[in-house]
């Protein structure tokens, strides 16, 4: 057999591994026809409920269950998008790319073993302290959860082989195996993440089962609930913004702790990179939870109003502090690298024009709609929401805010990215034109479908986010696209990377720690929409624990677990860095030894 | 030291998260409580329009949607006899009450509401796309809402109240079964160990505080023979170790669900001391 078939041969083997998979992982009752026994879900008693040595178990299996999550979110995001930098790397045939995903698998490893470890933990304390909610799960999901071990399995070997193989399988044809090897990688991981998503989702949205439990679809069925994608989708998304803030706080890290020029150049290169890809990755983010919200006001009224105007409404203030959090520190980091050109001056002008939209869409997003008011503080405000800032605590205002937010943090970008290029293509004063008027008429229709928003019942209120999504989404694909073949081929003038501050690069901190708190909190808030059901109006909880704790205790809870995570990958980024030290001969003996 | 300062700087982030978290107003979400007891023949028809608008916005959870946002019909403002009327002639309406008229009627037309909201959707608040075929609104016979018939009717008499029609549907009927568990519901937490003994009856079986019943083991001097934790066991879960000479299945096994955990700990003491009545004196 030739080369060339074989290589043919191993694609059309690893693509049909690629399409079967995720068939073969989520249709996991082979007979799908078996009849199982329809018995209600088990009603759990107090009894039925274990504590070990008077901790509480419901923090327990939170706190296991949350550093599960933040480690399997970056061990799955990062070989995601190692594989599209190694890509790029390829296809450019620029080696830089090819060595920085090299040493971003190199941190995603340390991180894999932590992952099967807390994961381990995880499924001990669960069986542990909630056996009748994991027995009934086990039958719902019967050879399901085999398939996720043997998906573990495989994700363990796909990720050595990827890992090891990268000198092996560096160039030519050979590169184009490994990145085979890659894809492997990542369709068996996504299986596994998709797995897990449909054991949380029926939980919120059970299918497949009666109303009293009692199983009577097949366990694709129960896979398929309503919730079941929009909560992939978003996930998704999320691990790739999450995976790139990390390795930026490892950038970062590396570029503060070193004092040599090259070493600061290539790691703010890679921060740069780094977050990049968390923008790319958060910039869609609000849309999928959009559809996740629409699907669970879709599912259960009840639990979407739960979620946005019952107990939990207060928790969207704290997120909106999050994200404009992690907005403006994304947006400074890219402010400060117009410093790494000189014709970044020309549009550092525009900075502080954009800063004042970042900061009206933060105050506007965190604006509530209703305080809890003493009768006296009613008087004086003449009513009991206030006048100017009445109307800014409801969704048309927070929806324009965060558009905008959005559309001007790809603006950001998009200065950076031409303030090393000079459009040499005949059409450059028109393609400009072009950009200014899709972002001028955007925004309009932004404001517009935001007004409109004001002036018509709640059910319409929702669907005026629709243009406004495609707006936004409009000016960041087309000017996207419209300045790659501007520039294309454009004159490029020097990028001196290393040329940032020292605060740029705690910029780059702030990211994931925010990301990391955020994560926990949306944790919270998907678990607490289930109020006091183990699975949504089929299983009680009828543990002590089954109330929603406040947002202070909860806050206090997911402060803790943040800090734990935050010293694993401090941990984590020492290990990588230790493991690039070599200690120097004092003898000489090795390289004696080495010319003997 | 740049590990150190990147701590500090995470830490300093992380606390003024948490901060926020705290001072925001704090609201903790318990699971439904009980519902108030109704003892039949107790409550008269105003009490039960009463009981039907405390539904409306406590159990019932209708005032989620049922409010001036526009999800489903403002119930509480708008003219329901007009409304009903009205629903009652359109054509696409072919339910139980097609045809009928009056406060009869209207109990028919509600009750079907209730249970199988997607039998009529009034235009424009159907679910997204189904062309107004489909309700978002649950049955709230079953779960998570959950009423129960004498609860639907209560919620039906508050409605017909309100929309001018007279009252149709019987009074409370409570049950034997429930009303006795309300009862006992309603004594509320023992407030001394004795007292929760006497509350959960376990000198009927135990020879316990002048009681010279058999049924169980004695339990004189039962702290020098189990640990604290084994009584707890035992008062929990009783068919775990069953004591020589005594059967299985005879000691209630769900006191997890009927005692607080206060109450378990007071008895759980009591006992550990416990020597026998004459010792005691």
Redesign the interface.
Known sequence: MTGFNRHYLFAGLVASLIFLLPELAMAADVAGEVVREALPAPKPTRADYMSVGGMSSRTLVWGLAQMHLFLAAFVLAVPFFVLCIEFTGAVTKDQRYDSMAHEFMKISMAAYSFTALVGGGLAIALFLLYPTLMGYMMKVFQGQTLIYALLFLLESVCLYIYFYSWQALRHGNRKWAHMSIGLLLNTVGLTLMFVANAWASFMMSPSGVDVTGAITGTVWEATRNPLWNPLNLHRFLANIAYGGAIVGAYAAYRFLSSKAADVRAHYDWMGYTSNIIAIIGFLPLPFAGYWLMAEIYAYSQQMGITAMGGVLAWLFIIQAVLIGTILLAANYYLWCGLGRTDRGKLYEPYVKYIAAVMVGGFLVWVTPHSLILTPQEVQMLGGTHHKLLGPLGIMPAKNIAVNLMLVFTFLSFQMFYRSNRIATVSWAAQGNAFVVALYVIGCLNIFAAGIYGYMTPTVYKVGASVPQVISTLSIIVFAGIIDYFMYRGSKRTVVNWGRMSTRSQYALFVLPVAFTWLMALMGYIRSSLRTHWHVYTVMKDNSPEAYIPTIGQAGNVITVITLAFMALILFIFWLSSLGATKQADPAGTEKAGASS | M??L???L???A???V??I???I?????????EEEEPVVAGEMDQEGQIAWGERLFSGKG?CT??HND???APDLLVMNLEEAFSKHLADEKYQGEAKGQEGAKAIEVYLHESFVDPSAYVVPGFG??GTNDAVS???DVS????SLSDDQMNALIAFLQDKGGYDVTVPLPTGGAADTEEDEEESEGPAETAEAAIEKFTCAACHALGGSEADVGPKLDGIGKRMSATEIEQAI??PNAVVAEGFEADTMP??Y??QMR?LELKMIVDYLVNYEGEGASQ
């Open positions: 740049t590990l300062r990147v701590m700087f995470s830490v982030v992380l606390l998260y948490t926020f978290a705290n925001l107003p704090q609201v903790q979400s318990n699971p439904p959870t989620l949607c946002l526009g999800r679910k997204k978002p609104m649950p079953g779960p998570p809402i929990l879960d096994t769900d997890s669900e955990v």
